[in-house]
């Protein structure tokens, strides 16, 4: 069983940048075995793919609409994956979800084991 934590949401106006983290919160988990995914979630929308990284961060995936935009990064040794977020739109209003999977190139919530409980980013326009 894995844990995840984000943190790192908040306000912030359009245009703006946010930086998102997620870690492990049990240090027995290694989060280098997973695919580690970000999704999110609008009010009164279904949860929806941004980003994944591979196991050794060497590979990346993106939603077509948030390429050159968002960065998806992890760091092995500190057990943290992060999503950088640039200029912000006020679209990009959601709570923002963590998970662990065992797929590369896995697009769908169904292909994520475990999820971290969320952390909401509001862009004001």
């Known amino acids: 069983q894995v844990q995840l934590v984000e943190s790192g949401g908040g306000l912030v106006q359009a245009g703006g940048s946010l930086r998102l983290s997620c870690a492990a919160s049990?240090?027995?988990?290694?989060?280098?075995?997973?695919?580690m995914g970000w999704f999110r979630q609008a009010p009164g929308k279904e949860r929806e793919f941004v980003a994944a990284?591979?196991?050794?961060?060497?590979?990346?995936d993106y939603a077509d609409s948030l390429k050159g935009r968002f960065t998806v990064s992890r760091d092995n040794a500190k057990n943290t994956v992060y999503l950088q977020m640039n200029s912000l739109k006020s679209e990009d209003t959601a709570v923002y979800y963590c998970a662990a999977g065992r797929r590369w190139r896995a697009f769908a919530s169904r292909d994520y084991d475990y999820w971290g409980q969320g952390t909401q980013v509001t862009v004001s326009s």
């Open positions: 049990d240090a027995r988990s290694t989060l280098s075995a997973y695919v």
């Open positions: 990284i591979n196991w050794n961060g060497a590979s990346t």
